[in-house]
């Protein structure tokens, strides 16, 4: 059986080669059109979808702002809709029930409808249904406003992963994908800036704080929709802001390794193969380990802080610092992932990183305040600068159009979203004077695994190149990342 997995893993990558188009050298250092082409996508493309990313994070993160604001005056979001922290949890998880069931669908209506309409579109839904919580008034309108959120959040952040396969090699995206995933990094420091100045506005016009920071933050991407669906660029073969040497270039240097527009969507045959292919659902346990922290952190690094002797507006100023310390380690950790082909090793480091801060978090006496606070940077900057090189690695050994669309769906909606599922119980209220064991435990153990399972396979793919190597019989071959 595995004999016959080899000689299928040779007979792809001839395929893949042996397809490529003739003036253009697959292998070899970058050259200057490259770099410039590169330079201009770059300038179009990754300001765009961070920013998009940095206003989809904000909507769906404040929450946690607003489950503490003006606690102590009895204006905050548990108080005014009288829910119970039972009852916030079960609204925080049915946005992640939602989020993993629509993911899938949304990547092939990405692919089927073109990036800009679609982005455009969830944009525009998600802004409206943050601006609506701010006019709710019981647990059963947040729970249903939630779950709606999840809906149209679902499809953004594996949608711009899979969008950027259209334009950039495999050994470009982990650093781009970083720079989409540290503008959440971001939102999490502006938001909680954010959150502490909109505190000052309570009973402004009648309203409490946190009814006006869901109104204030939503606007913004409602607005910003009609700027995506004009300048988000869909495919290389269509951008008219390229030359037509331009053009060439761009879908030439993608023509091994890049999915295509002009491709078709998704048939039962790419989904069996892409579902029965076992090493990608060990790319998915790995994701579901990193998600449960990345999950906990976005949503109770606020109480987190509460628990650290910090109180009211001053425990939202305080999540600002652990978020714009990993926001720097995410970024030097994906250029360096993709620089040494290192993706895997990188991961199960800064995995190991996260680990310990957790542990020493858990380990530590709960007024420890000072230690407490330092171990929370280092697990931060650990856990969130894990997942740019997975989803570069995932992305960069899928050889197929409508199969990398597909697995990213899977990777986020299978992995992360139970995994984020999990992440929403284990930072417990009534373990806050104790300094929450029972989250900082779990996050480390998940992050240990995560470690574990990225050297697993890293061997794999090493085991699985040597066997390309030796049968391929000299010819060039597209072998997996590391």
Known sequence: MSDKKSELDVEVAKEEFSTSLAPYQTSGPITEAEKKLRWKQDKRIVPLSAGIYFLCYLDRSNIGNAKIMNSTTGDDLMTQTGMTNYQYTISLMIFLVAYGLFEVPSNILLKKLRPSRWIAFLMFSWGALTMGLGGVHSYATVTVVRFLLGVFEAGLFPGLVYYLTFWYKTEERSIRVAFILASATLAGAFGGAIAYGIGHMNQAGGLSAWRWLFIIEGIPSCLSSFLVWFFLPDYPESATWLTIQERDLAVQRLHVEGSKGHHKTMSWPDAKATLVDWRLWGHYLVYFGISTPFSSLSLFTPSITAGLGYKELEAQLMT?????????????????????NARGLHSAVLATIGAVGF??????????YASRYGCLIVAASGAFSCIPPLLGWLSSNIFSTASVGLAIALNIGLGGAPGQIVGVWIYKANEAKAGYPTGHWTNAALLFMVAVGCVILRVYYAYRNRRILRESQDQETRLFKY
């Open 320 to 340: 600002v610092p652990p978020y714009a310390v990993a926001y720097v380690v995410q970024i030097l950790t994906s250029w360096s992932a993709d620089h040494f």
């Open 359 to 368: 542990l020493a978090s858990a380990v530590l006496p709960a007024d420890a």
